[in-house]
DNA sequence: TGTACATCAGTGAACGCGCGTTCACTGATGTAC
DNA sequence: TGTACATCAGTGAACGCGCGTTCACTGATGTAC
C-alpha cells in the first residue's frame, strides 16, 4: 500500500500500474494479487486512505482550534479550511483521485461514500456548533426566490447533515452537543456555496488553472474562506 | 476531427487512441498521421477547439442579454452563467479536458493559453461594463485585511484583464466602449471567487460529488449565480 | 525434542491485449506542357 | 486532346512496449501430535 501510494503520488490515478507497484517493492506482478483482487481493488482502497487521510485532517484542525479557543467559530472554520487546503496541495495526485476526473473504467464502489464525507462533515460542524451555540449571525441576504423543489431539498439535507453530525458526535465535539436540526435551509444553501467554492479554488490551483494570474494562492485561499465564514455568519 | 471529438466525448481524455479514432473512420491507423502530428498534437487541437466552443457560447449569451436588455447586468450574468454550465453539462468529457485532472505524459503547449480565456473575459465583461456604465453597486464588503503582496496581485491583475478586454472589444460589446481598468482590486477579488465558485459547483455537478445530496441542480446553480452577481455588485 | 503436514509469501512463465509510431508501398487525382 | 510527372490520401506490415491477470510451482514458516 505504501508503494501504491507513492507511485500513485507520483504518476497519478490514471498512471497507476500494478505491475509498476510491484517493480517498486521489488516484487514480482503477480505476488501482489496475494495483497489485492485486482487494480480496482487497488483503487479502492487508494480511495478510501486518501479520503481517511483528509477527513482526519480536517478533523484534527477543527478540534485543535475548539481546545485553543472554544467558541472562536470564525478561526475554527478557518483553520480547518486551511488544513483541507494543506492537505491538497501537499498530496496533488490524491486529492485529483478524490475530486478530479473519474478514472475511466472505474466504478467507485458504496464503500467510499463515508469516508467521503468526513472533511465535509468536519466543516459543516463547524457551523451547525455555532447554530446551535446562538452565535450564527448571518448578513441579510439578497432576496433571491428559490423554487419549491430546491427549498424541500434544503430542508431535507439539513435534516440528513443534522442526524449524520449526532451520529458522529464526541468524536471531535468536545464543546457542545449537537442539536438536532439546527441548519436552516438557507444555512444549508449558503454552506453548498461555500463547500463548492473552496473545493473549486482549491482544484484551480492544482491543475494549475490560475496560471499567470495569481502565485499568493494561500492569501487568496485566506481571504475567500473569511468571505465565506461571513456569509455563513460566523464570527 | 470530427471522430475524435465523438471519441472524447464517449471515453474521455485518459482513453483516448489514436487507432480507436482511425478505427472509427474506418482507416488504418497509420492514416491519421496524414491530419495530426501525434496523440499529443490530436489532444491539443480537442482542447483549443473546446476551449472555442465554449467561448464562443458563452460570448454568444452575452451578446444576446444585451441585445435583448441593455443595462441589465444581472440578467446577463446570470444568462452568461448558464450558458456556461450548459456547455459544461453537456459535454462533460470536454469539460474535464479543460478543468479536470491534467492528462498524464501530457503537456499542454502555449496555444491553448489563448482560448482558454475567452469563456472568462466573457464574463469578467459583464462585470467590466457595468463598473464602466457607473452601474456596479456592491454591498459593504467584510471588513478583512488583505495581504500587501496579495493586494498588489490584484491590482495588476485589474489592469491585465482592463487591457485584454480592451484588445478584444468590439467583437461581442456592442453596447459600450471598455473604459480602461474599470475594476477595483476589490472587484478582482470578487470575480476570482465568483468564478472559481462557478466552476466548483459545475466540476462537482459532472463528477457527481454532489451525489444523494442535490439533485435540482439547476436550481441550485441559478441561486448561486445570483448571489454572486449580488456581491459584486450587479443589479 | 522430533517428525509430518498445512499454510503462506512469493516466483516465473505465459496469455492476449491495445497502444503509438515508422516505413516502404499503391493507386487515384491533379497539373504542365 | 494526350502524355509525363508530381502530389496526395490511404494501406498493411512491423517494431517494441507495458498492461492486467492466470497458473502451476517452490521453499520457508508455523502448527499438531
Not at 44 to 64: C, F, K, N, P, Q
Not at 134 to 151: E, K, N, Q, W, Y
Not at 212 to 220: G, K, R, T
Request: proline letters at 6%; hydrophobic letters at 45%.
Amino acid at each position: 500500500m505504501a508503494a501504491a501510494r507513492r507511485q500513485l503520488a507520483e504518476v497519478g490515478a490514471a498512471g497507476l500500474s500494478l505491475r509498476e507497484v510491484a517493480r517498486e517493492i521489488g516484487m514480482v506482478s503477480s505476488a501482489v494479487y496475494r495483497y489485492v483482487d485486482s487494480r480496482d481493488d487497488l483503487l479502492t482502497r487508494l480511495i478510501v486512505e486518501a479520503y481517511d487521510a483528509l477527513g482526519e485532517t480536517a478533523e484534527r484542525a477543527s478540534a485543535a482550534a475548539v481546545a485553543r479557543h472554544p467558541g472562536a467559530d470564525l478561526e475554527r472554520w478557518v483553520s480547518t479550511a486551511h488544513a483541507i487546503r494543506r492537505w491538497s496541495i501537499d498530496h496533488p495526485h490524491q486529492y485529483l483521485l478524490l475530486f478530479g476526473s473519474p478514472v475511466p473504467g472505474y466504478v467507485a464502489p458504496q464503500d467510499t461514500v463515508a469516508p467521503g464525507t468526513r472533511a465535509t462533515l468536519a466543516l459543516v460542524r463547524v457551523v451547525a456548533d455555532a447554530a446551535g451555540g446562538g452565535r450564527l449571525m448571518p448578513p441579510s441576504p439578497p432576496d433571491i426566490v428559490l423554487p419549491a423543489p430546491l427549498t424541500g431539498e434544503l430542508v431535507t439535507l439539513a435534516g440528513t447533515v443534522g442526524s449524520a453530525l449526532a451520529s458522529t458526535a464526541g468524536s471531535d465535539a468536545s464543546e457542545e452537543l449537537s442539536a438536532g436540526p439546527a441548519l436552516s435551509a438557507d444555512a444549508v444553501l449558503v454552506f453548498l456555496t461555500a463547500w463548492t467554492q473552496m473545493f473549486g479554488l482549491i482544484g484551480f490551483e492544482i491543475t494549475n488553472q490560475t496560471r499567470n494570474m495569481v502565485s499568493e494562492h494561500e492569501a487568496l485561499f485566506d481571504a475567500t474562506v473569511r468571505r465565506l465564514a461571513h456569509q455563513l455568519g460566523l464570527r
